[in-house]
Structure formats: structure tokens, C-alpha cells
């Protein structure tokens, strides 16, 4: 069993930034890929970044690339979404997940991850 706690939410307007940060309770390196989701109200849950569970390979949504950076501390079981250039459609609730698979799909799917954090809001203004 892992228990993820995201932490980092909050409030920034249009092109700040946010750093996002998911401690995990035990350890996962070298056997889980981790990856960032979000939920806006009314819409599905969307894929937003991943990473392999070495840190060597990522994949991210179109609507973040370049804007968003996913990167993970093995040493301390801690995952991090790097959020700039925030826009107002980014606004939702994020949420942490751990795959029990070190490798991640490019398609990001929901459905690959097994354990889930309890999110943390970001709301972005315009």
C-alpha cells in the first residue's frame, strides 16, 4: 500500500507559477512510474504528466508541454509538477498517482495507476 499527499495548491493568476508536491509513504523508487492528473468541474479526469520510475522519461499532455515540468526525488519518495506560465483553463483539482509498473505509458491513462492522492487545488485567474 501507498499513501500519496499532494501539497502546493493554491491561488496565482495568469502567467504565474506554482510548484506542485507529492511525498509518497514509502519508497517507490526503481519500481513505480508517478504521474500528475487533474479534474476541472464537469469534465473527466485528464492525464497532465508522468514520469518512469529512474526519472529518465517523461511524456505530458499537449496542453501543458513547455509550460509544465514533472520531476521526482527518489532519495525522498517526493514527486514534483513545476507549473509556469499558468493559464486559466488549468484550473482544477490535481491529483498524484503511483503505477506499480516502473515504466509509464505515453498515453497517460488513468487507469494504469493504483494508488491516489486526495489532490490539491489549483485555480488560476485571468
Known amino acids: 500500500q501507498v499513501q500519496l499527499v499532494e501539497s502546493g495548491g493554491g491561488s496565482a493568476q495568469a502567467g504565474g507559477s506554482l510548484r506542485l508536491s507529492c511525498a509518497a509513504s514509502?519508497?517507490?523508487?526503481?519500481?513505480?512510474?508517478m504521474g500528475w492528473f487533474r479534474q476541472a468541474p464537469g469534465k473527466e479526469r485528464e492525464g497532465v504528466a508522468v514520469?518512469?520510475?529512474?526519472?529518465?522519461?517523461?511524456y505530458y499532455a499537449d496542453s501543458v508541454k513547455g509550460r509544465f515540468t514533472i520531476s521526482r526525488d527518489n532519495a525522498k519518495n517526493t514527486l514534483y509538477l513545476q507549473m509556469n506560465s499558468l493559464k486559466p483553463e488549468d484550473t482544477a483539482m490535481y491529483y498524484c498517482?503511483?503505477?506499480?509498473?516502473?515504466?509509464?505509458?505515453?498515453?497517460?491513462?488513468?487507469?494504469?495507476?493504483?494508488?491516489w492522492g486526495q489532490g490539491t487545488q489549483v485555480t488560476v485567474s485571468s
Open positions: 498517482a503511483a503505477r506499480v509498473y516502473p515504466v509509464c505509458a505515453a498515453t497517460l491513462v488513468a487507469r494504469h495507476f493504483a494508488y
Open positions: 514509502r519508497y517507490t523508487s526503481n519500481n513505480y512510474c
Open positions: 514520469i518512469v520510475a529512474d526519472g529518465g522519461v517523461t
